[in-house]
């Protein structure tokens, strides 16, 4: 076995990309989104941009585009693209989430080499593509990762073709135009740390090239890009809003911050730690424990002079700190917005550094982070093996065209910090038309939104969280069919309204649909009532670092 290692290790760092190239097939391995708590919402957006796109009355029924306010654009309307080559939306979230997990490594690699930093470090680009935010289901964010480092690359080749006077640098000024706004288009958070890493970058290296003193004229010059990005997140901010509803419960928008001591220890736990097993702590371990040799390498040849730290590499590194520090932790319904960041962070944190002559610690680096990535994988099966038992069934047996209500009313998972699998109907909406609430159709932001005269009874927002909330009679009247995930059964009392009967039960989940033929007359106090005033929100507290056992 260990002959076996160190020979996959020595063939890994000769040819990583063959090996690299391997790794987004583990997205595969599962039937549903792997361990991944908001995932089926982005295959629902995907599958309902593609239906609104080819006139699908399955889909322009129930929903309509929101192509003026959603930063998220980007990744849906591609994957719904995607999804009408593929003909099936799950399998273009996938394919597209394939191309992103390539492109961490590969951009990060363009990334170091724009910088002068030691390229070799790409190999520590490989796991942060399976942090927490994969976990959660933060995919745009993901997909905006790798456009943020081609972006910072662009940004820096630009700026020597101005400080060298180039010919027609406006080609690659217009192209940086277009991934600004791929870039917003593809998350805020990571324009507000891409965004102004590029801009110093930029500024440095014409100082070095030029001298201080014809630095701000062609800084001038080669930041001229920004124009058209900074336009568009300007009518965003103005017209545009992350918040709630009026009136939804929430608060009207203002930022919650988190402390700088909860922040710094909330990091490492968002680039690699998903699981409540110990095998994604022990890659996680031999992950930082190189981190650690590599840091310590090259700070101490920099105090011997031997390799002096540029200070165009640590740029990266101060912007990422105070970005970090200084974005607030949730604004309004978007949550996480700090800590989301931590991979990115980490990976600024390397450029200043090199690795070292021996391929002993690179090939470390590369089992590590090739077993690590397959622990994601395996544990994601055996996630969906205990939780996700039956969920098969449901879907299959959801009527096409349903306007589906989804009760989580079991939101506990003995394997993953984030609930997995609150979505049990949005996948089998996006395939085959229809509606579903909870989703986040109903968040200002987001990418589709429900259309005013099909949309379903007014509900806070992530009122997933809060399933006691539903009244057979207000919203029984506008569904369907009832998904359960849980023991509970919301119907046992004959609730006033209209009439449910199961129809399905597999494992953990149930399916209820309507009975137009009949009416319930019983009194209606909730599926809970009991519980109800001890329901937990979904929008977290900024003590949370995302373990959601404290809920």
């Not at 740390?193 to 440095?204: D, K």
């Not at 909406?429 to 005269?453: C, E, M, N, T």
């Amino acid at each position: 076995m260990k002959a076996m290692l160190l020979a996959w290790g020595r063939r890994a760092a000769r040819r990583p990309w063959l090996f690299v190239a391997l790794l987004p097939t583990l997205l595969f391995v599962t039937q549903h989104a792997p361990a991944s708590t908001d995932m089926p919402e982005h295959t629902l957006a995907i599958g309902a941009l593609r239906g609104l796109l080819l006139g699908d009355p399955a889909f322009t029924q129930s929903y309509e585009a929101n192509l003026s306010t959603s930063p998220y654009l980007a990744y849906h309307v591609l994957g719904a693209a995607l999804a009408i080559v593929v003909r099936d939306p799950d399998v273009a979230n996938r394919v597209l989430l394939v191309a992103v997990a390539l492109a961490f490594p590969l951009t990060f690699r363009r990334f170091l080499g724009a910088l002068g930093a030691d390229r070799r470090l790409v190999w520590f680009a490989v796991l942060p593509f399976f942090s927490r935010a994969l976990a959660i289901g933060f995919l745009p964010f993901l997909f905006s990762v790798p456009v943020g480092f081609t972006l910072v690359a662009q940004a820096v080749e630009h700026a020597r073709d101005v400080a060298r006077g180039a010919a027609r640098p406006w080609r690659r000024a217009l192209g940086l135009s277009v991934l600004g706004v791929v870039l917003f288009y593809s998350h805020l958070s990571s324009l507000s740390m891409f965004a102004p890493t590029a801009a110093l970058c930029a500024i440095v290296v014409i100082a070095a090239e030029r001298g201080v003193r014809r630095a701000p004229l062609l800084a001038a010059r080669a930041l001229a890009w920004l124009a058209v990005p900074g336009v568009v997140a300007a009518r965003f901010l103005l017209v545009g809003r992350l918040s709630a509803q009026p009136g939804a419960g929430l608060d009207d928008g203002a930022p919650t911050t988190m402390s700088v001591g909860r922040s710094l220890h909330a990091l490492p736990l968002w680039v690699f730690d998903n699981f409540r097993t110990r095998v994604d702590d022990v890659f996680a371990a031999g992950y930082w424990l190189v981190f650690v040799a590599v840091a310590t390498y090259s700070i101490v040849r920099a105090l011997r002079g031997r390799a002096p730290i540029r200070a165009l590499t640590l740029v990266p590194l101060l912007v990422a700190v105070v970005v970090y520090v200084a974005t607030p932790f949730r604004v309004g319904a978007a949550v996480y917005l700090n800590v989301r960041l931590a991979p990115i962070v980490l990976l600024f944190a390397l450029v200043p550094l090199r690795m070292p002559p021996s391929r002993w610690l690179a090939r470390a680096l590369g089992v590590v982070s090739l077993a690590g990535a397959t622990s994601f994988a395996v544990c994601s099966r055996l996630c969906e093996r205990d939780e996700a038992a039956g969920l098969a069934e449901i879907e299959a047996a959801i009527r096409p065209g349903s306007k589906v209500a989804t009760l989580a009313f079991d939101r506990r998972s003995r394997a993953t910090y984030i609930p997995p699998y609150l979505y049990p109907a949005s996948v089998a909406v996006a395939k085959r038309g229809g509606a579903v609430s909870f989703s986040f159709a109903s968040l200002p932001h987001w990418s589709i939104h429900y259309r005013q005269d099909s949309a379903p009874p007014p509900h806070r927002p992530f009122w997933v969280f809060r399933p006691c909330e539903f009244r057979n009679s207000v919203d029984g009247e506008h569904y369907d069919a009832v998904v359960v995930r849980g023991e509970i059964d919301p119907f046992a009392s004959e609730p006033l309204g209209p009439a449910y009967a199961l129809t399905r039960r597999a494992g953990r989940y149930a399916l209820y649909e309507r009975d137009r033929g009949r009416r319930f007359s019983g009194p209606d106090r909730g599926p809970c009532p009991v519980r109800a005033s001890s329901e937990a929100t979904y929008l977290p507290a900024a003590r949370d670092d995302g373990d959601s056992s404290s809920r």
